[in-house]
């Protein structure tokens, strides 16, 4: 399972998306993005991810296009945010996604947040006309996959119970700790592939004796291991870095396996808590 960052997973409408992701979060636009998303590339990851609130499309999608590899080799996802949830604005903020990535069309589009601040008063109105608007340009053809960010069972159910197009995707926080396993469980029993965000979860892991004894056992970073324990969960790790070394060896995961034992050593972490915000409390 899994030889190589391009290998793929399968989402319910039979689109193959590469198994590995390169988070592109807190990376400046300008040189330092469009350096790193190369290296990546150069790397063999396949499956870039970018967001309207990381505001480094530009430098993403001038990578794309510098990186000489062919542009159906490639998997782009960006996502939009949150106060311009609705269905005339999600429209308007594709199409200037788009303009900035400099793409015809789109790999995966996707909600950023169930709850935005601002239509709260309006949930799940806003979040259902947003998607409404997803499916649109499903429909058109402008984009091939088109799913969701942070959602538990309650924001899912949302959309299910409403929807033409079942979300693709669930993007979530996901690392030793915040395991989110009521969302993990939902999403894939509804065909929903998760992907992790913050997999290696800012070092907070970094140290653990757990987690030492494992990577020490395999010869392989503590990065590494995590990223490992993702795949070998059927999630899809979203690492980043702008450290050409890091970015590199976050891509070596493909040549060994956690034994079982390994993967409920790793499972038993706990106190290392959330990095970014409940889905039900943020205040974006």
């Known amino acids: 399972m899994f030889l190589s960052p391009s290998d793929c997973f399968t989402l319910n409408n039979g689109v193959r998306i590469p198994c590995l992701g390169f988070g592109t979060y807190l990376t400046p636009e300008g040189g330092v993005c469009v350096d790193s998303v190369i290296t990546a590339l150069q790397s063999g990851y396949r499956h870039i991810d970018t967001a309207e609130f990381y505001a480094n499309e530009t430098s993403v999608g001038k990578a794309v296009a510098e990186s000489g590899i062919p542009r159906d080799e490639i998997f782009v996802t960006t996502k939009l945010w949150n106060t311009h949830q609705g269905y ?130 395999h010869g392989k970073t503590q990065a590494q291991v995590l990223l490992r324990w993702c795949l070998q969960k059927e999630i899809l790790p979203l690492p980043k870095s702008v450290t050409p070394e890091r970015i590199r060896s976050n891509a070596e995961i493909f040549d060994f396996a956690l034994t079982a034992e390994e993967t409920a050593l790793i499972d038993s972490m706990d106190g290392i808590g959330r990095i970014g915000s409940d889905p039900d409390e943020a205040k974006y």
């Open 88 to 217: 005339d604005s999600t429209l308007y903020r594709f199409d200037e996604s788009m303009k900035k990535l400099g793409l015809e069309t789109l790999d995966l589009y996707l909600v950023h947040w169930p709850m935005a601040k601002d239509f709260i008063a309006d949930y799940p109105k806003q979040f259902l006309a947003t998607w409404r608007a997803f499916e649109k340009l499903y429909e058109d053809g402008r984009v091939r996959a088109i799913g969701v960010c942070n959602c538990k069972k309650h924001h899912l159910n949302v959309i299910l119970d409403e929807c033409k197009v079942v979300p693709a995707i669930n993007q979530i926080e996901f690392h030793p700790g915040i395991m989110q396993t009521e969302a993990v469980e939902f999403s894939k029993r509804n065909g929903i592939v998760v992907e992790a965000w913050s997999p290696l979860c800012r070092g907070r892991a970094f140290g653990r004796r757990e987690l030492v004894s494992v990577a020490e056992a």
